[in-house]
């Protein structure tokens, strides 16, 4: 079969500001109906920059700091619980896993310390003296944005935001001083007044902001080395949704890889099957925990919603045309050489090697991992299983017997045991 004609690693260069929009887009999935939290904070900390007099790179920075803010949420049961009340005692663990993330890498570090402290009081802010002043009105900006948005949110779909703008107002200008910093909420009161403010948060209006500011001169530029570090932390954002899922993405890349070596693709192939595997279940950032960890076998309804998470790969990284290659293989992970697999159907050569490679590592780590219904299962039952499955065309019979042919390499590479 031939393998897809690609570009060399080497060459690639990918614009920080689309990189940042597709981990946003990428980060706001997990909002299950409402996918826009992100790009709606960034929005709202850019127009309280501006509206509070801080500088163009504040202002920027402060974007992508709201658009990434909640990065530490992978769970749809923790994002839901953040959306309640006003605060929360729980929020604390996000914001150290979002900063943590973000503090390893380089192109993104600065805005650790900000996602850090979004949840914490104006009044903590304030008296911590290791915290320099700038980050701590920058965190509370970001805290403030959010929590706008938090009590706005409900309101958006009737279209009917403006009945509601003046409690907002007065529950938020209640906090000035104890959860805020009195200058943001002097900037906030003062943009309540225009209509404007409230209705840039309409979806439409979301996307138009977001294309804006994408199109932002910027002469940042990650090259392969980032792009890869940037994927290996969208796996650990995907992983993190669950316990049962905990190092999938790595396994299922690290597994990928080895087979594609074993089947002597190409070094530079190899690396990008890898990268591919690091981010085939972006889309499962979207599926409710509870069609994840559910110990029953999924109804019509909930396999649907499953369904629907590589297409959902694919929406988010279409944003990155320059690894187009890497996007579809992860993209086509579900799909099958006899042509029942989903969601585009594809078999023969439209199917490329290369997702069937990720196809039959998926499978396999899935297996090798404990799941909320069964314990792991053994290597030989696990190739028992894909030999069925290559039997009846539903996976690629060329991969699997390289699999089968290397076993115990082939499980320690699913379970990123070191070998
Ligand atoms: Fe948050
Ligand atoms: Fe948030
Ligand atoms: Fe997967």
Not at 75 to 92: C, F, I, K, P
Not at 131 to 142: Q, R, Y
Not at 358 to 378: K, T
Request: one cysteine or more; hydrophobic letters at 45%; a negative charge.
């Amino acid at each position: 079969m031939p393998v897809d004609r690609v570009a060399l690693p080497d060459a690639l260069v990918i614009d920080l500001r689309q990189l940042v929009m597709t981990i946003a887009s990428a980060v706001d999935l997990v909002g299950v109906d409402d996918v826009l939290h992100g790009r709606r904070v960034g929005l709202l900390a850019r127009e309280l920059a501006i509206a509070t007099g801080l500088g163009e790179a504040d202002q920027v920075m402060l974007y992508d700091a709201g658009l990434l803010h909640d990065c530490g949420v992978s769970s749809t049961r923790v994002h839901r619980r953040l959306v309640v009340d006003l605060e929360w005692e729980g929020a604390g663990e996000h914001c150290l896993r979002g900063a943590a993330l973000l503090g390893d890498f380089q192109p993104l570090a600065h805005l650790a310390p900000i996602v850090r402290h979004h949840h914490t009081r104006w009044q903590f802010l304030l008296n911590d003296p290791e915290l320099p002043p700038e980050v701590a009105l920058h965190a509370n900006l970001i805290h403030l944005a959010d929590r706008i948005d938090v009590l706005a949110a409900p309101h958006h779909a009737e279209n009917g935001v403006l009945a509601h703008v003046g409690r907002i107002r007065d529950r938020l200008a209640a906090e000035s001083g104890r959860l805020f910093a009195p200058r943001l909420v002097d900037a906030f009161v003062a943009l309540c007044e225009g209509e404007a403010f409230w209705l840039a948060l309409q979806p439409d209006s979301v996307h138009l902001y977001q294309t804006e500011m994408e199109a932002f001169d910027d002469p940042r530029t990650i090259d392969w080395g980032g792009f890869r570090h940037c994927a290996d932390i969208l796996a650990r954002i995907i992983d993190a949704k669950s316990s049962y899922t905990e190092r999938h993405s790595r396994g299922v890349a690290r597994l990928a890889r080895h087979v594609a070596e074993r089947m002597g693709l190409d070094p530079v192939t190899c690396e990008k099957i890898e990268v591919a595997g690091l981010l085939h279940d972006i889309g499962k950032l979207q599926v409710p925990d509870e069609i994840i960890e559910g110990t029953t076998a999924l109804s019509d309804h909930e396999f649907d919603i499953m369904k629907g998470h590589s297409y959902g790969t694919r929406q988010v990284l279409r944003r990155l045309p320059a690894i187009d290659d890497i996007a579809r293989w992860a993209a086509y992970h579900h799909e099958t050489p006899d042509g029942r697999g989903y969601p585009y159907h594809l078999r023969g050569d439209a199917l490329p090697l290369e997702a069937r490679i990720i196809n039959v590592a998926d499978i396999f780590q899935a297996l090798a991992q404990a799941r909320p219904y069964r314990e792991p299962l053994a290597p030989a039952r696990v190739i028992a299983i894909l030999e069925e499955r290559a039997e009846a065309g539903r996976a690629d019979a060329t991969v699997v017997a390289a699999v089968a042919a290397d076993l115990d390499a082939c499980h320690r590479a699913a379970l990123c045991a070191e070998s």
